[in-house]
């Protein structure tokens, strides 16, 4: 099953932010609610708890894959809704993490900036 347009570079984070945008006018998010940004924290909270129960109730990777998307897509629709560049933000935060320490918790890595631990 194709149901992407032909034109579209799957690897562009422009396309897929003009896909999402799409999806949002076709609705008028805007001017329903759809952007109010606590009811989207709801919705990604909702999402999250998919992911959790794919990954507990040992669903198929291919469901994961879904609620994964399901979640990137509100996580990249909040970024049009509260209008802040969610590309550049993500680069300058690996900027960040990159430069940060790693350490074992509880047999589990853990990137942090430590401040409270010693
Ligand atoms: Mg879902």
């Known amino acids: 099953m194709d149901n992407k347009q032909s034109h579209c570079n799957e690897d562009s ?3 897929m932010l003009a896909a999402i945008q799409a999806f949002h006018d ?3 998010f805007k001017g329903t ?3 109010d940004l606590p009811y989207r ?3 990604m909270a909702e999402e999250l708890g998919e992911i959790s129960s794919a990954i507990t109730k040992g669903k198929s990777t291919e469901s994961l894959a879904e ?3 399901d979640l990137m897509i509100l996580v990249m629709g909040t970024a049009i809704a509260a209008d802040f560049d ?3 933000a993500l680069w300058k935060k690996m900027d960040k993490l990159m430069k940060r320490e790693s350490k074992m ?3 589990k ?3 942090s900036e430590f401040r409270d631990m010693s």
């Open 67 to 69: 609620e994964c998307a």
């Open 26 to 28: 076709k609705h008028d």
């Open 86 to 88: 969610l590309k550049t």
């Open 41 to 43: 924290v709801a919705l």
């Open 105 to 107: 918790i509880n047999g």
């Open 109 to 111: 890595i853990r990137v």
């Open 33 to 35: 609610g759809g952007e």
């Open 13 to 15: 984070y422009d396309e």
